[in-house]
Structures are given as C-alpha cells and as structure tokens.
C-alpha cells in the first residue's frame, strides 16, 4: 500500500472520522486510519455501551419506583447476558452506520495503527507487519486517550480494571471499590449499584465530581447513596493486594488508615494521551507529558500536521473532539482560516443527570466576577410532579453588570438534553433576560431555564418572592 491522498486523518474516534467525513465533503482525497475500533473508545468502550447499560440501570430503578404510583412489578430480575446483548448490539449498530457513512462519502479505510514516519508520511502497520506508507501534504492526528491507573502497589494485579473493561464483565460483581468520583466513576456506580453489586466509591477530593458546581455534588450525592452506593470524599487509595479470592484494597479516609476487602477494584482516576511508539518525537512533534502541543488553531510545530481531541489533553470530551474535527479538516483545507470560539458543554449520565456549560457559580467566584445567580428546582415543575424526577434545580450564572449568561448548571432529570439551550445561548452571548424571555412549552422540563434566569432578577413565577 503506498498512497498519495490529500489529507490522512490517524485515528477513528468521534475525532477523528468526522474530520474524514467533513474533509470529504470539501472534496479532499481523504484516507482515515484507525485500529480494529473503529468508532474509538466512546463508541466501543466509553459514551456508549455505558450508557447502553445506564438505561438497563435506569430501567431497574423506575421498576422498583413504579410501586409508588400504584404499579406493581415483581423484584426486577437481571438477565446480565441480554443486558451486554443490547449492549454489543447498540455497539455494533452504531459501528455498522459509520462504515456506511465513510463509504457514502468516498473515503478510504485503512485497518491499522498509524505511525508518523515523516512530515508528510504515515505508515501503516498491523500485527508487527507494514502495510504500506500514506503520503499527504495534510495530516490530523486523532488518536485519543486511555485510562489511567493509579501508581501505587498492586494496581495491575488480578481484579483490578478500567473503565475500559467495566462495559464488558461477565456479570456484576459481588462488591467493587471504584476508585475516583468523577464522571466515569458515578456512571459506573450507578450502573453497578442497580446491577445488584455494593458499590464503594473513593475520591481524593472532599466531594465527588468536584468539578461541578458544590451543589450539584451535594445533590447528586444523597441520590447515590439512595441508590445503595457507600461515598467515600478526602479518601486516598494506597495499595491492593490478593486476600484469597478478594482485594483487600488499603486507603486513607481523612488521613486514618483503613482496609476493606472486595470482588472487584475499578480505576476510575483519569485518562491520558494516547501517543505512545507513533514515531510523532522523532519525527519532532512538540510533546508536553505525552499529549501533542498544538496552537489555538489546531496545528502542531510541524507543517501541515493538526491534532484533536484526547492525544492533546490527556483527557477531553466526545463532542470537543468531533467540534475540533471539523474545524481542523475546514482551516487544513483552506476553508476558513482559523478555529472557532467553542462554548462545550459537559454532561454525566448517571440518575439525576448532571450538566453544566461555561462558568459554574465557583469558578466565577474564584475569578473575583460579580454575578447574578438564578436557581429553580424541578420540584416546582407540573412536568417533574407528574413524572415524579422532582430531584435537582437549574442553576444559571449572569454578570451581575451586563446581564450577559456566563454559565450554567443542572442537576436532575434530562439534564444531558437541557445544557443544549443553555448552551446555545451561552454560544450567542444571550443575557439572562433574553433567557428568561423564551416562550417554553408547558408542562416540560424547560421550564425551568427560563424559571432560573427569571429568578436572577427576582421574577420567577413558580417559587415564593427572594427575601
């Protein structure tokens, strides 16, 4: 294989084979290099399958709360092959569809790990065999994250796993310590916890996804615990060992030295760059800690060569990387001449959901801002009365001089679909007045953003007067 294309895109993530597909429509020549996976890790071991099983999750759970409204099951029972069926069938749909669409679009590709063989060159290899050399005066490179695992001892011992392998166990084990409370680690708590497995979660911080607004940790929190998960904040992992069949997992909770025995030990502490043999140093690519450097335009020091997504960060989010995959394939191809300012939002899919966009109530703090908090909680909603999700509110945060939004935060229920609004007007530099001066359908979940930005100024309608 030695092939002469317009453009390479190496690695076929949600990065990387939407940049193929954009750069097609342009009328490149595009070949998109990827592994045995494509769709990468969110389509074959992240954002999907885990929400594939969130829903199972989250079906078990309204089975058990239909009792409240009068509707009486039997104890949900849990076929855990027909959950992981329609798991790998979402997974294989999905796959299936991005063939079509590379097809569809005239694209070529090319099975393989890709590896920067010179400026304008990528060689292709597979199974310790070279396939061949693709030349183009346009690379991106897209090769995305792994996960990380604590370096501490014993943490590559038996019954010890990622997020990677937490969507394909053969069954849910019988009691796991998942050690980190950020996205990955509630979503897999939750989806464990309904499974049937006692589930401890750990994180270093004093409140699990603290990259959130306080609050919504809070909130998000008590449900959990509802859910039959034990939390554990200010706690630090130290070791693992072998007890028998066990994990004796050792830890410090608020410095006192404790131990626990368990079936299972997830790491759920981050994920970093997957950059590693893929000649990008020798050929001279900058690199900081692994992840490729690259300006606000997407290019790396080398001519012609961009990178997105997780190589760049270490850790990142899915839709980031398809934004940044279009922007990359547009300015390589002389379609516009630099990024786009990216409002990105972010969202967890465990129950109550959690999202939020721009600034949370904190950080603008921290940046000395005056600004004008709206909060509105579902449970003032006619729509979360009647579906009984009444947990959570809708945060938005204004500069208190402007009006203008910064940011927004959500906790409850479809809280992944709601940041879209927040984010669209966050993108267009709406004030908090515009916000709230939206016609919202009645009775949905909406509501609550104009309610929350009416709140800022005082004028909601649906909870008592400020003090």
Known sequence: MAKQVDLVVVGGGPGGYVAAIRAAQ???????????????????????PSKALIHCAA???????????????????????????????????????IKDLLKANGIASVGGRGRLSGPSEVTVEKDGETLGVLSAPRIIWATGSLPAVLPIKGSQGRHIITSDDGVDLPGP????????????????????????TTVHVFELMDRI????????????????????????????????????????????????????????????????????????????????????????????NIPGLFAIGDCTRGTGLAHQASCEGVCA???????????????????????????????????????????????????ALGKSSATRHRTGFVKTVCDAATHRL????????????????????????????????VCYAHPTLCEAIGEAAHDAFGTALHVPPRD
């Open 26 to 48: 342009l009328g490149a020549k595009v070949a998109l290099v990827h592994g045995d996976d494509l769709g990468g890790t969110c389509l074959n071991r992240g954002c999907i």
């Open 59 to 97: 079906a078990v759970q309204d089975a058990k709360n239909a009792r409240a409204v009068g509707i009486t099951f039997a104890d949900p029972e849990i076929d855990i092959e027909k959950v992981r069926a329609h798991k790998d069938r979402t997974v294989k749909q999905l796959v299936s569809g």
């Open 173 to 196: 084990p019988e009691e796991m310590v998942i050690v980190g409370g950020g996205a990955i680690g509630v979503e897999f708590a939750y989806i464990y916890s309904q499974l049937g």
């Open 209 to 300: 996804v603290p990259t959130e607004d306080p609050e919504v940790s809070e909130v998000l929190a008590a449900e959990l615990k509802k859910a039959g998960c034990r939390i554990y904040t200010s706690t630090k992992c130290t070791s693992t060992s072998d007890v028998g069949e066990r994990k004796r997992v050792e830890c410090e909770i608020n410095g006192t030295p404790e131990a626990m025995d368990v079936s299972m030990v997830m790491m759920a502490v981050g994920r970093y760059a997957n950059t590693t043999d893929m000649g990008l140093e020798q050929v001279g690519v900058t690199m900081d800690r692994g992840r490729i450097q690259i300006d606000e335009n997407l290019r790396t």
């Open 329 to 379: 394939a547009e300015i390589a191809l002389g379609e516009r001449d630099s990024a786009r300012d990216m409002v990105i939002p972010a969202a967890i899919y465990t129950h109550p959901e959690v999202a939020s966009v721009g600034l949370r109530e904190h950080e603008a703090q921290a940046r000395g801002l005056e600004v004008e908090i709206g909060k509105f909680p579902f449970a």
């Open 406 to 437: 910064l940011g927004a935060s959500i906790v409850g229920p479809s809280a992944s679909d709601l940041i879209g609004v927040l984010t669209l007007a966050l993108q267009r530099g709406l004030t908090g007045h515009e916000v709230a001066d």
